[in-house]
């Protein structure tokens, strides 16, 4: 089988789960569609939450992604990798030690399991625009803005959604200039602490 038509099902039949349970992400895909755009051409990035970023990366590494780097915070750490065509896939995980007692991560990964895209980024062009116009249509957004405005990527979450109570999953909108398509951890970690829903 082509790897490439296996990887377009599977990234169709992930991001499909993702909007039916996600309605920030809904409302976006609903405006794209309204202008022809659709949602798939805007995504920057999908993230995995796992116990195991190396053996939860393999689906995606046999379909053509190549790790590319780690970024390491207190008490978690991730993985990206990278496609040529295909949105990064940011892949995070506690750390299996001490360090990771007070992360986030295996609480949401015992409750969810590590099928589901915890959020998906999309790239917006004026992120404060973006948040105005998806306001006006009802959603919520948590935290502030990260990243100074002229930065290479400012970053947001919408409030999570969520099941039973618990935080799942958030819409991220990401603003990047001057070709920048890395992950600040600064910022990756502030973005974190707004989606547990605290």
Do not use: C
């Amino acid at each position: 089988m082509d790897r490439t038509a296996e990887l377009d099902r599977l990234m169709e039949k992930m991001v499909g789960e993702y909007l039916s349970r996600n309605s920030a992400a809904m409302v976006l895909k609903e405006m794209l569609d309204r202008t022809g755009v659709g949602f798939t051409p805007v995504i920057d990035h999908v993230t995995l939450r796992t116990n195991n970023i190396d053996r939860r990366a393999e689906q995606f590494v046999a379909l053509g992604y190549a790790y590319d780097e780690t970024l390491e915070f207190d008490d978690w750490y991730a993985k990206v990798y990278r496609r040529t065509g295909y949105p990064a896939l940011f892949v995070d995980q506690a750390y299996p030690d001490d360090r990771g007692k007070t992360s986030i991560i295996p609480g949401w990964v015992d409750r969810f399991g590590d099928q589901a895209f915890h959020h998906i980024a999309v790239r917006v062009e004026d992120i404060e625009q973006a948040i105005e116009r998806l306001k006006s249509h009802g959603v919520v957004f948590s935290g502030k803005i990260v990243g100074s405005p002229g930065g290479q990527l400012r970053q947001i979450f919408s409030a999570p959604e969520m099941v039973d109570g618990q935080p799942f999953s958030v819409l991220e909108l990401a603003e990047r200039h001057r070709g920048y398509q890395g992950f600040l951890p600064p910022q990756a970690d502030s973005l974190m602490r707004s989606s547990a829903g605290r």
